[in-house]
């Protein structure tokens, strides 16, 4: 449902502010392959990054865009053996347009993955690794994005360090949330139309944001009501209208003061109040 929406969107976007156009080569964003290794040892891993640098103004999306837009996806193309992993996503911002409220990123980004060397690599051979990226920045119109990016990995018998890519990554893994300590103990409970977060921080709370990671089960536009009493936290989130079956589990990123994110991945206890029923 959430991609049929945002495909809706898209084909509408004169009416909602979003018009887009066939794909062309890269514009109102630049993307890079950033490699913090410039030569691995056989069945090593690769730390790497794809950084987006996009124009002022514009933006792109995280993994869950929101009410529209795509988030960007990589189709990886490696020498046999080398495996990619899963991406790590930084900390989104709220995105607000007449299509929405939308998640995702303004500025310079980098998505963190690692590519595994297999253990059978010969030293003093070079292996090229890279894909096609497909991406959308996004402004008052919507643009379709796509490249092929590409980056030489010496295997060696010692492991060499770029020392420029390295910082680059570093700096973008501080943007990663972080995980939620135990000593928070979590709670999500399913309540009418909304669910609620309990949890106890270790930190005075003024401000609570959360990203819900999986589509269609927060309304994304509507307030999140913060209250803490005796040290407890509580934030409620309204249900999507679009939300058809109770969800097991909450997913997203929690942050608070506007400065510490956390991963939260909790199951959901339906309750029901008196006098209100549960979908």
Request: hydrophobic letters at 40%; one cysteine or more.
């Amino acid at each position: 449902m959430q991609r049929l929406l945002a495909n809706f969107v898209g084909l509408f976007a004169l009416l909602v502010g979003c018009t887009h156009i066939p794909p062309q080569p890269p514009k109102h964003s630049q993307v890079s392959l950033v490699v913090a290794q410039s030569a691995v040892t056989p069945g090593s891993d690769v730390n790497v990054g794809i950084q987006f640098a996009v124009e002022n103004g514009w933006h792109i999306y995280w993994q869950n865009p929101g009410d529209s837009g795509e988030p960007p996806r990589m189709q990886w193309q490696l020498p046999a053996g080398i495996t990619a992993g899963a991406i790590e996503w930084p900390t989104p911002v709220r995105l607000t347009n007449p299509a929405g409220t939308d998640f995702g990123y303004e500025g310079t980004t980098v998505l963190l993955t690692a590519l595994r060397i297999p253990a059978t690599a010969q030293p003093g051979t070079t292996l090229d690794v890279g894909g096609d990226l497909r991406w959308l920045v996004c402004h008052d119109i919507c643009v379709p994005q796509r490249t092929t990016l590409k980056a030489p990995i010496h295997i060696a018998d010692a492991t060499s360090v770029d020392s420029s890519a390295q910082r680059v990554l570093q700096t973008a893994a501080e943007h990663l949330p972080k995980s939620l300590p135990a000593s928070f103990r979590p709670t999500v409970t399913s309540v009418g139309d909304a669910l609620r977060v309990t949890l106890v921080p270790n930190q005075p709370v003024t401000q609570a944001q959360f990203f819900p990671a999986e589509p269609e089960q927060v309304d994304n536009g509507a307030p999140q009501e913060l209250a803490t009493q005796a040290g407890k936290l509580g934030l409620t989130l309204k249900k999507s209208e679009y939300l058809r079956e109770e969800p097991s589990r909450l997913r997203g990123v929690l942050v608070f003061n506007g400065l510490d994110a956390y991963q939260l991945d909790v199951p959901i206890h339906l309750t029901k109040q008196k006098g209100s029923s549960s979908r």
